[in-house]
């Protein structure tokens, strides 16, 4: 899956500067619930390959994956895709399973339509709800809101790990980390449309987040800055996600209706 930037990854970039950060866990368990989780199209034979690859050298080259569960999600049928994760996971000792995440996706129909995206190499599910599954979505599912950590990966993304690689959910609980890999670029107008204005009234209303919006990005075009987080490699703070700032933000943008911000 390739992915735009989008006004859910402003947000988390706005709420996540140490004006407005949440605290951090105050202690890190011995055990960290975490899990892996990836949004697959299972009616693209060519992105289910490229996945099934990509979990299989996973599972070779990274021993750390096969303690949490690998979660795929997805929207509609997957009676073909269920029995090749099955014997994936028999043969590389993955703990994968499928969840259909079809009555959440319709319960957030998208704002516009995807015509410059259909005839790309993406989801046809809506670009605007694959946004929001991974900025708020998938931190409302009962398979998700009891972790503490989240590592999502795109369908496409090959994880490679050294030998003897570290466990990177451990790491991040000891250090009491939330993770952001910051990038500042400008994205096209046509998936962002109204993203600054809408950026900029939202911060008014909110000191720490306004705050934040003026200091990033340094010297950005007037015409559209768009700081974003690189996330094809992302471990998320479920905690952070869940708390009501971040939820605050989320919701502002469903009521933005089709309107105000298209994505």
């Not at 998936?191 to 705050?211: C, H, M």
Request: charge should be positive; proline fraction near 6%; hydrophobic fraction near 45%.
């Amino acid at each position: 899956m390739r992915r735009w930037n989008s006004i859910w990854a402003v947000g988390l970039l706005w709420l996540s500067t140490p004006a407005c950060a949440t605290p951090a866990l105050t202690a890190a368990t011995a055990a960290t619930d975490a899990a892996v989780a990836l949004l697959a199209d299972v009616r693209n034979p060519t992105t289910t390959e490229a996945m099934l690859r990509n979990l299989a050298t996973l599972a070779r080259t990274c021993a750390w994956a096969r303690r949490y569960d690998v979660i795929v999600f997805h929207e509609g049928r997957s009676d073909a895709l269920r029995p090749r994760l099955e014997a994936l996971g028999n043969r590389t000792r993955l703990r994968l399973r499928a969840r259909d995440i079809s009555d959440e996706f319709a319960t957030h129909a998208p704002a516009t339509t995807d015509w410059p995206r259909r005839r790309l190499r993406t989801f046809g599910i809506g670009y605007r709800r694959m946004c929001r599954f991974w900025f708020s979505g998938v931190f409302e599912l009962a398979d998700v809101r009891n972790l503490t950590y989240l590592l999502r990966l795109d369908t496409d993304s090959e994880l490679r790990c050294r030998p003897r690689s570290r466990d990177p959910f451990e790491l991040m609980a000891r250090q009491r980390a939330v993770y952001g890999y910051v990038a500042v670029k400008t994205d096209h107008p046509m998936v962002a449309k109204n993203l600054t204005a809408f950026g900029a009234a939202y911060a008014r209303r909110v000191p720490q987040i306004e705050d934040a919006f003026y200091r990033f990005p340094p010297h950005a075009p007037t015409n559209c800055p768009a700081p974003m987080f690189y996330t094809n490699f992302e471990i998320m703070n479920v905690s952070w996600f869940a708390a009501p700032r971040a939820v605050a933000f989320a919701r502002a943008v469903d009521a933005t209706g089709s309107g105000a911000v298209s994505i």
